[in-house]
């Protein structure tokens, strides 16, 4: 299709070119022919048509050689304007269609040259005849006038040309940018689901298993309480399905109104029902907080729970202890969390080669517990840190704005 409109590009413009040359043709003629009062020119039009029927003919190409038909319809100009014919404009008209794509198809260095070279030229032909005589203004001043009106015209086209062409550069531009942003946004958007996934799935699948086992040993002895643990784990796999429900919703379409209406997203102010969700599966979690609590926006608050739940998810999974210390610092402008597991001396060696082994190998493992965190507090402009402590065991620990940081400042934050 590309190629078929070329060809009738081209065909289109040897059309118009030919349309042109045959127009110019009988003003040329009419320009040779016609006298003015107390005005001596030849008295054989042939001799001025000629030139300028060869300048016209030179005119088919003038799309494609500006310069040199230029150079042409300036030397057939000379040769009829010596013979004593008027610079009118029907002589001028092939010299001015020739300047016209020479300043519509070069650039304004060479305009100004054809154009001041056309002038002199011209001037100089028609005063060599009769330099002192009538009409002194039609022979000098008239050609200069009137050669500079396509010498505007083609600037003013090729000033339009570039104006589009940048226009539709600056359209490619931002088409390709709006998909490569999109692109991006779609790819953020995974990445945030498949956090939040992980972290619902992982938390409550790991709560659910330690209350399961839990019961497991003591149906022979208490069964009472391996009943109440039984229900808990109803209670805990209820709250998963309702978060994965939560979670998923945001694939919905925006325009679904038979949709339910999505439970909010968690907050510190959840963290008390999160801790008795632990101590149900036999973890004892100490929550202490310092200093005065401080609003944070929804993105901390939900990057804060999620790093918590994520922590403590870890010293379900691999702690060695029974038992995690949470720490809330409330700063001027952060929030400083630490998640810390008190790992008995003896089991030191065996939380530090487990804890090792999840932060240095979540893409052979499959864990990705620390990298989820550290991209969650990377994405509000804050900073986590993960490894053994040197008393024993393991601490996670975060400092986050009170208030989620705009693109420019996380670009510009160390």
Same mark, same amino acid.
């Given at each position: 299709?590309?190629?078929?409109?070329?060809?009738?590009?081209?065909?289109?413009?040897?059309?118009?070119?030919?349309?042109v040359v045959m127009a110019?043709?009988?003003?040329?003629?009419?320009?040779?022919?016609?006298?003015?009062?107390?005005?001596?020119?030849?008295?054989?039009?042939?001799?001025?048509?000629?030139?300028?029927?060869?300048a016209c003919v030179a005119?088919?190409?003038?799309?494609?050689?500006?310069?040199?038909?230029?150079?042409?319809?300036?030397?057939?100009?000379?040769?009829?304007?010596?013979?004593?014919?008027?610079?009118?404009?029907?002589?001028?008209?092939?010299?001015?269609?020739?300047?016209?794509?020479?300043?519509?198809?070069?650039?304004?260095?060479?305009?100004?040259?054809?154009?001041?070279?056309?002038?002199?030229?011209?001037?100089?032909?028609?005063?060599?005849?009769?330099?002192?005589?009538?009409?002194?203004?039609?022979?000098?001043?008239?050609?200069?006038?009137?050669?500079?009106?396509?010498?505007?015209?083609?600037?003013?086209?090729?000033?339009?040309?570039?104006?589009?062409?940048?226009?539709?550069?600056?359209?490619?531009?931002?088409?390709?940018?709006?998909?490569?942003?999109?692109?991006?946004? =779609?790819?953020?958007?995974?990445? *945030? %689901?498949?956090? +939040?996934?992980?972290?619902? @799935?992982?938390? $409550?699948? !790991?709560?659910?298993?330690?209350?399961?086992?839990?019961?497991?040993?003591?149906?022979?002895?208490?069964?009472?309480?391996?009943?109440?643990?039984?229900?808990?784990?109803?209670?805990?796999?209820?709250?998963?399905?309702?978060?994965?429900?939560?979670?998923?919703?945001?694939?919905?379409?925006?325009?679904?109104?038979?949709?339910?209406?999505?439970?909010?997203?968690?907050?510190?102010?959840?963290?008390?029902?999160?801790?008795?969700?632990?101590?149900?599966?036999?973890?004892?979690?100490?929550?202490?907080?310092?200093?005065?609590?401080?609003?944070?926006?929804?993105? =901390?608050?939900?990057?804060?729970? *999620? %790093?918590?739940? +994520?922590?403590?998810?870890? @010293?379900?999974? $691999?702690? !060695?202890?029974?038992?995690?210390?949470?720490?809330?610092?409330?700063?001027?402008?952060?929030?400083?969390?630490?998640?810390?597991?008190?790992?008995?001396?003896?089991?030191?060696?065996?939380?530090?080669?487990?804890?090792?082994?999840?932060?240095?190998?979540?893409?052979?493992?499959?864990?990705?517990?620390?990298?989820?965190?550290?991209?969650?507090?990377?994405?509000?402009?804050?900073?986590?840190?993960?490894?053994?402590?040197?008393?024993?065991?393991?601490?996670?620990?975060?400092?986050?704005?009170?208030?989620?940081?705009?693109?420019?400042?996380?670009?510009?934050?160390?």
């Amino acid at each position: 299709m590309t190629i078929t409109l070329d060809r009738n590009t081209r065909r289109s413009r040897r059309v118009m070119n030919v349309a042109v040359v045959m127009a110019l043709l009988p003003c040329v003629a009419l320009g040779a022919v016609l006298r003015l009062p107390g005005i001596t020119q030849p008295q054989e039009s042939w001799p001025g048509t000629v030139p300028a029927a060869v300048a016209c003919v030179a005119l088919l190409r003038a799309r494609d050689r500006p310069r040199a038909v230029a150079a042409v319809a300036m030397a057939c100009a000379v040769a009829t304007f010596a013979q004593g014919y008027l610079p009118t404009p029907l002589m001028l008209a092939p010299l001015m269609l020739a300047l016209y794509w020479v300043a519509a198809g070069t650039d304004r260095r060479t305009t100004r040259v054809f154009g001041l070279a056309s002038m002199a030229v011209v001037v100089i032909a028609a005063m060599l005849d009769n330099p002192n005589g009538n009409l002194l203004l039609l022979r000098t001043v008239g050609p200069v006038l009137w050669l500079l009106l396509p010498l505007v015209g083609g600037s003013h086209a090729r000033l339009r040309v570039v104006y589009m062409e940048s226009v539709h550069a600056r359209a490619a531009y931002a088409e390709r940018t709006r998909e490569e942003e999109a692109r991006l946004r =779609v790819a953020e958007e995974r990445m *945030r %689901i498949a956090r +939040e996934l992980h972290d619902v @799935v992982a938390h $409550h699948l !790991a709560v659910a298993n330690a209350q399961a086992g839990t019961a497991r040993h003591l149906v022979p002895t208490r069964p009472e309480q391996a009943l109440r643990l039984l229900d808990e784990l109803t209670v805990t796999t209820s709250s998963a399905l309702i978060e994965l429900r939560a979670t998923v919703g945001v694939l919905r379409h925006s325009g679904d109104q038979d949709g339910e209406s999505l439970e909010p997203a968690p907050g510190l102010d959840r963290l008390p029902d999160l801790v008795s969700t632990y101590a149900s599966a036999g973890l004892d979690v100490a929550v202490t907080t310092e200093g005065a609590p401080r609003p944070l926006s929804p993105g =901390v608050d939900l990057t804060a729970y *999620r %790093i918590i739940q +994520e922590a403590l998810t870890n @010293v379900t999974k $691999h702690g !060695a202890g029974q038992g995690a210390d949470v720490r809330l610092n409330y700063g001027r402008s952060r929030l400083l969390i630490s998640v810390t597991n008190d790992a008995t001396a003896t089991a030191t060696a065996t939380t530090t080669a487990t804890a090792t082994t999840t932060a240095t190998a979540p893409a052979a493992a499959g864990g990705y517990g620390l990298m989820g965190m550290r991209e969650r507090a990377h994405s509000v402009g804050g900073d986590l840190r993960a490894g053994p402590r040197p008393q024993g065991g393991f601490e996670v620990s975060t400092a986050l704005p009170l208030h989620s940081l705009a693109p420019e400042e996380l670009e510009a934050a160390p």
